[in-house]
């Protein structure tokens, strides 16, 4: 790339298909190319040029669509969405969404009506608060739930940040949603789950690089419903949910958000091959 456009050496390189030319290269200038009309200008004159064969197949399918489009029916115009929503959320989302913050209602009427009954009088809320984000984030890049994953993933956007505008798209929705019932409740601070949440969810995106978005949150979801059935085994369970949840543990869930934080800069370009 130079300056504002790609160099023509890059964009003839690009339109013969050049295998030497390194993956972040082709994905930049893919990229690049859905918004400049002038290189895309120039990439359609050196496949003229440096491609026949792919202009006349390119030439050759159009002639014979051509007939076939001009007697297609128009389909019906559908409900016009904002960008944006396309770039921070796809349509499997909204269902799922709304069954997290379903989970946390229905947490919040348990614990009004049967605290002393769960887990020695903790919080149900406060025992699913810091692992409920990951319930969106393993729909939001799922391979099976979302019908046009893999086209998705196969954009010159996709990656790392299309992954993490749909993270940030969850905890927008959920963790207001937990802060409200902290509050309702009056028996959890933000400094218990906030930092556990935030914790979870950058581990989940830093195995999610190696194992996949959707494995790796379920099997965080799991080990932390190991460590509340372990709490509520008795009285004094061998883990103290209270104890780990309280802000003087802080410094090591604050460890435990940079180490999965660190770890997905460190693999950044893995997640383009999602």
């Known amino acids: 790339m130079s300056g504002e456009h790609a160099s023509r050496q890059l964009i003839d390189d690009y339109a013969r298909g050049d295998a030497t030319m390194a993956a972040d290269t082709v994905w930049a200038l893919e990229a690049h190319l859905e918004t400049c009309a002038l290189c895309r200008s120039h990439l359609a004159a050196c496949v003229a040029t440096e491609a026949p064969g792919i202009a006349a197949l390119v030439d050759t399918v159009r002639a014979g669509l051509e007939p076939q489009l001009d007697a297609a029916v128009r389909a019906p115009s559908r409900r016009h969405r904002p960008r944006w929503v396309a770039a921070w959320l796809t349509p499997v989302m909204a269902p799922w969404l709304a069954m997290t913050v379903l989970v946390t209602l229905m947490a919040l009427l348990l614990d009004a009506v049967a605290r002393p009954m769960f887990l020695g009088g903790v919080s149900p809320v406060l025992a699913i608060a810091p692992v409920l984000p990951?319930?969106?984030?393993?729909?939001?890049?799922?391979?099976?739930?979302?019908?046009?994953?893999?086209?998705?993933?196969?954009?010159?956007?996709?990656?790392?940040?299309?992954?993490?505008?749909?993270?940030?798209?969850?905890?927008?929705?959920?963790?207001?949603?937990?802060?409200?019932?902290?509050?309702?409740?009056?028996?959890?601070?933000?400094?218990?789950?906030?930092?556990?949440?935030?914790?979870?969810?950058?581990?989940?995106?830093?195995?999610?690089?190696?194992?996949?978005?959707?494995?790796?949150?379920t099997g965080l979801v799991g080990t932390w419903g190991v460590v509340v059935v372990l709490a509520g085994a008795t009285d004094h369970g061998p883990v103290d949910l209270e104890r780990v949840l309280q802000p003087d543990q802080l410094p090591a869930w604050g460890l435990f958000l940079a180490l999965g934080i660190g770890a997905v800069i460190a693999r950044r370009n893995a997640y383009s091959t999602l």
């Open 134 to 217: 990951l319930c969106g984030v393993a729909a939001s890049w799922s391979r099976g739930l979302d019908p046009a994953h893999e086209l998705t993933a196969s954009t010159a956007r996709a990656g790392l940040p299309l992954l993490l505008r749909r993270t940030a798209a969850v905890l927008v929705v959920v963790l207001p949603a937990l802060l409200v019932e902290g509050w309702l409740t009056g028996t959890m601070t933000a400094a218990q789950w906030l930092l556990p949440s935030l914790a979870f969810t950058s581990t989940a995106l830093a195995l999610g690089s190696v194992v996949g978005v959707t494995r790796a949150a």
